[in-house]
């Protein structure tokens, strides 16, 4: 099934043409041919491209493009990776977060596009799966395996759903023997977040980079773009979020929130203010990469303490409240969590016996030294 068209509308020769693609079987490939159709003279009752009158003759032309899609294959011919370039991908594009769709195009390049080759979305079969799966259990872990079996689902089941195919194999398919256990995730205590803040002295924008990661959860693309008319009345509000330079919305609902701005991090922002021009629009005027690049690394690396990377930050946050509270549903609201399993999974360390005795002795805490 090919993707729904608009059609370009151009001048050409005084009058108006749409162009579209069509896809075809070419040398046994399937490929997107590009064709044009002249839709009416250029005169007053069609005076530009972007007239409802002209609009209207493309809509009317298009319609019959994309209801009968001319030279579309036959769903036998079809491969997995023509249905991945000319319709999942272009899909996936349209309804999922940059994020998102960014990750499933590096799974693609790096594993599946290798496997797939020239199978068909009917040839392919269960087993073909399992023993894919099996053969990444060496060098892989649990959790990447799934991600790369559930983008593969993703991909037999919307292929079901546009009438290429009539069951996923990749519903039972699964690895044939134990994965390698996931490796222990990293987190930063109070104690390592006060000595890389301290480490950083010289660098008052890192010092409240680090604060909000920790202190606060900030994902890195919620830092990354955070603007100063989001923080007022003693609260930061999360609105927006950069995945890979692209401003999006935050990951989920739930990541839309407001947090309390409490010490040490309201402190290091009025210090960071000050440093700022009056009409600065962003609070980071760099990327988090190339602050960490640049100065947080060599500066911990010179301090001889340990770079875990700024998600650290959001499990040592998580891990703290916990110890806190006693369960899990103040690390969710705070992270911006939609269930408070994935908060439990992969946001609760283990911290040193003194546990810390709440947020606001926290911030206690840390203004007192």
Not at 239 to 245: A, F, H, Q, Y
Request: net charge positive.
């Amino acid at each position: 099934m090919g993707r729904y068209q608009r059609g370009y509308i151009y001048t050409a020769f005084g009058a108006f043409h749409v162009r579209y693609r069509l896809e075809a079987i070419v040398d046994g490939q399937l490929v997107r041919k590009q064709h044009s159709k002249r839709l009416c003279a250029k005169d007053k009752q069609h005076p530009s491209p972007s007239h409802k009158s002209v609009r209207r003759l493309c809509d009317e032309f298009m319609a019959t493009v994309n209801a009968q899609v001319p030279g579309t294959p036959e769903p036998e011919a079809f491969t997995v990776a023509s249905f991945w370039e000319l319709t999942y991908w272009p899909y996936v594009q349209k309804e999922c977060k940059p994020s998102t769709y960014q990750g499933y195009k590096q799974v693609w390049d790096l594993h599946l596009k290798p496997h797939f080759g020239t199978k068909t979305l009917r040839e392919y079969r269960t087993h073909h799966g399992s023993v894919f799966l099996t053969s990444l259990k060496s060098t892989l872990g649990h959790r990447t395996i799934q991600h790369i079996k559930s983008l593969c689902s993703g991909i037999f089941t919307h292929a079901i759903n546009v009438g290429y195919i009539e069951t996923n194999p990749w519903h039972d398919a699964k690895v044939l023997g134990k994965t390698i256990a996931p490796g222990k995730t990293k987190h930063y205590t109070l104690d390592e977040i006060e000595n890389i803040i301290g480490a950083l002295v010289n660098h008052v924008d890192c010092q409240l980079i680090m604060a909000l990661a920790f202190f606060l959860g900030l994902r890195k693309g919620e830092i990354d773009a955070l603007q100063w008319d989001d923080i007022d009345g003693g609260y930061v509000h999360i609105k927006r979020n950069i995945v890979r330079g692209i401003i999006t919305t935050p990951k989920t609902k739930k990541s839309v929130r407001s947090l309390p701005l409490i010490q040490p991090v309201l402190g290091l922002l009025v210090m960071w203010r000050d440093k700022c021009k009056p009409d600065a629009v962003r609070v980071f005027d760099r990327s988090l990469i190339t602050h960490a690049r640049k100065t947080i690394q060599p500066t911990l690396t010179k301090a001889k303490l340990e770079w875990k990377g700024f998600h650290a930050g959001r499990r040592g946050l998580g891990t703290a409240l916990r110890q806190i509270t006693g369960n899990s549903t103040a690390g969710r609201d705070v992270l911006g969590h939609e269930d408070e399993a994935i908060t439990k999974e992969h946001y609760e360390g283990q911290l040193p016996e003194v546990a810390l005795m709440g947020l606001k002795m926290l911030e206690a805490k840390t203004v007192s030294k």
